[in-house]
């Protein structure tokens, strides 16, 4: 009798919450297993970045940096450095939203292809040494002026600011953690894109040195030759281009945080490909050449905004990450150096696991498989049998939503024109250790038209690595702590 009295109290006790405060239970409910995607406020930015106008930004974000008489000391100091996505500094006049996103899709594919083939060179165990400069492109009479500097990837979907030389000259570069060497166009330039910035002149600089072809930084190149006891560089890219030119030391400064002197850097007079408007690259992976090796960072973070933003955010070297991170390890494999593993074990879609081996985020012996975290790319990338079963998943759960046809990479896609608002199963990251990342509804559901069509932000591929692209990063600072081997994310810190 007074169990039943215990259950009749038990049940009047839900219902009465339930009456009294419904919106309340029900939203700590859905939190777990479904998200909000405001379709409306996508279409609008979809809108608003075709017209942008990047001289808008010129005023407040093109301050030249001011030439530092001091030094940081790598260790102890920590700075941040403004970051902007690519159409907030360059205005590519697409003709609507459609052709902008087939652009981004075509320059995220070569990129995809780049980082395929630069793990492919590792795993088949070729060396340096089996991998000679074109001989066409580093003919002594070519280098006369040294030879191209030539990247076509499309890895150019970030910017920040930095200044060369000294007197330091202002540049907007492009950050890319798949990419190791750092360089920029230099004068005298023959053939180069169009940049934003004045190409940067070595004879103005009082800190450029060529490297000479003994030093350590020479041999730490994949790709070298020597030409007047001078060090040449080529990195080459999976679809075909590629970079040649003097490698150099200068100095680099960071606003008024300081300068960091003798840094390696490749210097280019004959430069094409898609990287409008970014002056070079700054390699931020985990190589001895990269940025942060160089000056031997203990951490490095970024706050991706939204690619259809004007706004900006940070990237930030030896600072604490935020508190609230979602941490996983950082895995590394000496046949690349490069790359940033992850310790991904799977997905959740609405709550529930998807049913995908952990082998398959794994490396093997031969040095296949892993995902990676990368700047560069745009759209994740999963092993085909992992992109089947999440994929599956969420048209389980969407099978309310109305159909509409693929659209380039994407075979997963909805007709959202008649809603301003749609709820849709949560996806989250679920890593080693236990912790979980659920992903705002955007950075999984993306438009790619202005009419209202969104495609679920996820592809499949058949090689090594996988790849957890910058849609999914948008709106999270990622936090690499280089000395603990541990990679973190944090929703809303940009």
Known sequence: MAQTAFLYLAIFSAFTLTALFPSTLSRSLSEETSTLLDVSASLTQAHVVLSFNPETLKPLDRQETQAQTHSLTPLNSSFSLQLLPRDALHNSQHKDYESLVLSRLGRDSARVNSLHTKLQLAVQNIKKSDLEPMHTEIRPEDLSTPVVSGVSQGSGEYFTRIGVGTPAKSLYMVLDTGSDINWLQCEPCSDCYQQTDPVFN??????????????????????????????????????????????????????????IHNVGLGCGHDNEGLFVGAAGLLGLGGGALSLPSQFK???????????????????????????????????????????????????SVGGQPVSVPPSVFEVDESGN????????????????????????????????????????????????????????????????????LSLPAKNYLIPVDSAGTFCFAFAPTSSSPSIIGNVQQQGTRVSYDLANNRVGFSANKC
């Not at 030409?227 to 680099?252: H, I, N, P, W």
């Not at 490095?300 to 604490?320: G, H, I, K, P, Q």
């Open 297 to 347: 960072a203990t951490s490095f973070s970024y706050c991706l905004v939204n690619r259809d933003s004007s706004t900006s955010s940070t990237l930030e070297f030896n600072s604490a990450p935020p508190s609230d991170s979602v941490t996983a390890p950082l895995l590394k494999d000496s046949r690349v150096e490069t790359f940033y593993y992850v310790g991904l074990k799977g997905f």
């Open 202 to 259: 070595p004879t103005g600089s009082s800190t450029y040195h060529p490297v000479t072809c003994d030093s350590a930084q020479c041999h730490s190149l994949h790709v070298s030759a020597c030409r007047a006891d001078k060090c040449l560089y080529q990195v080459s890219y999976g679809d075909g281009s590629y970079t040649v030119g003097d490698f150099v030391t200068e100095t680099v400064s960071f606003g008024n945080s300081g300068a």
């Open 369 to 436: 498989g892993g995902i990676i975290v990368d700047s560069g790319t745009a759209i994740t990338r999963l092993q085909t049998e992992a992109y089947n079963s999440l994929r599956d998943a969420f048209k389980r759960l969407t099978r309310d939503l109305p159909s509409a046809s693929g659209f380039a990479l994407f075979d997963t896609c909805y007709d959202l024109s008649s809603r301003s608002r749609v709820q849709v199963p949560t996806v989250s990251f679920l890593f080693a250790g236990g912790k979980s």
